[in-house]
T-cell receptor
Framework: AQRVTQVQPTGSSQWGEEVTLDCSYE???????IFWYRQLFSGEMVFLIY??????QNQRSGRYSVVFQKSFKSISLVISASQPEDSGTYFC?????????????FGDGTVLTVKP | DPKIIQKPKYLVAVTGSEKILICEQY?????MYWYRQSAKKPLEFMFS???????DNQTASSRFQPQSSKKNHLDLQITALKPDDSATYFC???????????????FGEGSRLIVV
């Protein structure tokens, strides 16, 4: 069965600092993707970045990057030069490509506060 | 401008009544989804549709019925409402549904339903 765990319910940083948010997951599949979303205070879910399981290279998109440790089934989201506008709830989500196509399994989220 | 429009944004309903949540996407996507986020819980997958055809249903109750009148529409009808149905319902879409697709999901802003 698939499961996603985000053990940090909250996190904080100062403006300009690098922030790391952790996620671990369980899956029996070889092919999967891990997504990161941010939920704004309005409730809107914004897609940030994803990592395919078959790509050994850590993905990067603007100030967002991931540290993918496939053997440990762990992935971290790294936000460089954090800003107060980055505050919100960050969700990690697993998409299994064979048995659960089209379904994302979400973690509980990490509430990030970036202080000015 | 939001590309996935959900209506209404907020809704209060009486126990036992019926409501329809509207979702339209203007991303040209062929797959659409419904997710639910209850208080203090992660998003949970409910339904997936591809080209207006139901692909997966992981909602136990038949009180929840998706309705797709057009390819870019996926409404959610909820009958015999209960207080436990109180949640934010998110509509999402992706280019395609399927194991070989780049199935990044994009979400609407959600419809927050409170059942009293």
């Amino acid at each position: 069965a698939q499961r996603v765990t985000q053990v940090q319910p909250t996190g904080s940083s100062q403006w300009g600092e690098e922030v790391t948010l952790d996620c671990s997951y369980e899956t029996s599949e070889y092919f999967y993707r891990i997504f990161w979303y941010r939920q704004l205070f309005s409730g809107e879910m914004v897609f940030l970045i994803y990592q395919p399981s078959f790509d050994t290279q850590n993905q990067r998109s603007g100030r967002y990057s991931v540290v993918f440790q496939k053997s440990f089934k762990s992935i971290s989201l790294v936000i460089s030069a954090s800003q107060p506008e980055d505050s919100g709830t960050y969700f990690c989500a697993l998409s299994e490509l064979i048995t659960n196509t089209g379904k994302l399994t979400f973690g509980d989220g990490t509430v990030l506060t970036v202080k000015p | 401008d939001p590309k996935i429009i959900q209506k209404p944004k907020y809704l209060v309903a009486v126990t036992g009544s019926e409501k329809i949540l509207i979702c339209e996407q203007y991303l040209g996507h062929n797959a659409m989804y419904w997710y639910r986020q209850s208080a203090k819980k992660p998003l949970e997958f409910m339904f997936s549709y591809s080209y207006q055809k139901l692909m997966d249903n992981q909602t136990a109750s038949s009180r929840f019925q998706p309705q797709s009148s057009k390819k870019n529409h996926l409404d959610l009808q909820i009958t015999a409402l209960k207080p436990d149905d109180s949640a934010t319902y998110f509509c999402a879409s992706s280019q395609e549904w399927g194991r070989n697709s780049g199935n990044t999901l994009y979400f609407g802003e959600g419809s927050r339903l409170i059942v009293v």
